[in-house]
């Protein structure tokens, strides 16, 4: 009877250490991401912009990061829910996100703003006058604290896309007047994305960026993602991040 105890009690230990997200013993980090290029993404050359200061910050501190890619939405789950990603990135800042997650230092940024059609510009000066416009977002990403807020309270239109392309070509084929997308991301795509090939030089980024957004990890709102937190915020300080995202986006 002793012996099947203890037989019972090594197999329980065995089970709940299986179920321990990997970087809790062997300094491997894993995070989710999406397909966001030039930031990140699975083709790129290692992995984006972003992927490559993560990487260079957890390095510093001896880590080895591994970043797995699905859509955004189901990014964001995993790093909250599942106990094998300690977190997901890169994110813009929000004081809803601050209340679920652990936000990192800022890791780079990116300008967000309004792409138009080359035949219909558009002059604006505050958010308010946005209003009347049938503007393009991404299902679940953050844009600014202003336009959300108008969003929320059914003040501005919107129409929700599962990724910046499809975006795009609403935009380019006039179902839109306006769609919200980071300027570096805009470029990649109207250079490599082939649904977009119709629309080259028909659309351009509106002058007036919406917000120069800065670019954060999010980790579990629990110890571990405020340890893993810690040590990534440290491996930055060691890091040339401008430098890293300057390379990677060909700035």
């Given at each position: 009877?002793?012996?099947r105890k203890f037989t019972l009690a090594l197999g329980a230990l065995l089970a709940a250490a299986a179920l321990l997200p990997a970087q809790a013993d062997n300094k491997t980090i894993t995070l989710a991401s999406l397909e966001w290029p030039p930031?990140?993404?699975?083709?790129?050359?290692?992995q984006g912009a972003s992927v490559a200061v993560a990487k260079a910050a957890f390095k510093a501190m001896g880590y080895e990061l591994k970043v797995q890619f699905f859509?955004?939405?189901r990014a964001v789950q995993l790093g909250k829910s599942d106990p094998g990603y300690a977190g997901y990135f890169p994110e813009y800042d929000s004081a809803d996100l601050r209340k679920e997650f652990t936000l990192s230092d800022p890791m780079g940024n990116g300008p967000l703003g309004l792409a138009q059609r080359v035949d219909a510009p558009f002059s604006w000066n505050s958010v308010n006058d946005l209003s009347a416009k049938k503007i393009g977002v991404v299902q679940d990403y953050v844009n600014t604290?202003?336009?959300d807020a108008r969003v929320a309270s059914k003040q501005q239109k919107v129409d929700v896309a599962i990724d910046d392309g499809k975006n795009l070509v609403k935009l380019g084929a006039g179902r839109l007047d306006l769609a919200v997308v980071d300027g570096n991301v805009f470029n990649y795509l109207m250079k490599t994305d082939p649904e977009l090939k119709p629309f080259v030089g028909k659309?351009?980024?509106n002058p007036k960026v919406l917000e120069d957004k800065r670019l954060f990890i999010c980790f579990k709102k629990d110890a571990e993602g405020q340890r893993i937190?810690?040590?990534?915020?440290?491996?930055l300080k060691k890091i040339d991040v401008n430098a890293i995202m300057a390379k990677r986006l060909g700035g």
């Open positions: 009877m002793i012996r930031y990140t993404g699975a083709k790129l050359t290692e859509p955004w939405s604290t202003e336009f659309l351009a980024m937190a810690k040590i990534f915020n440290e491996g």
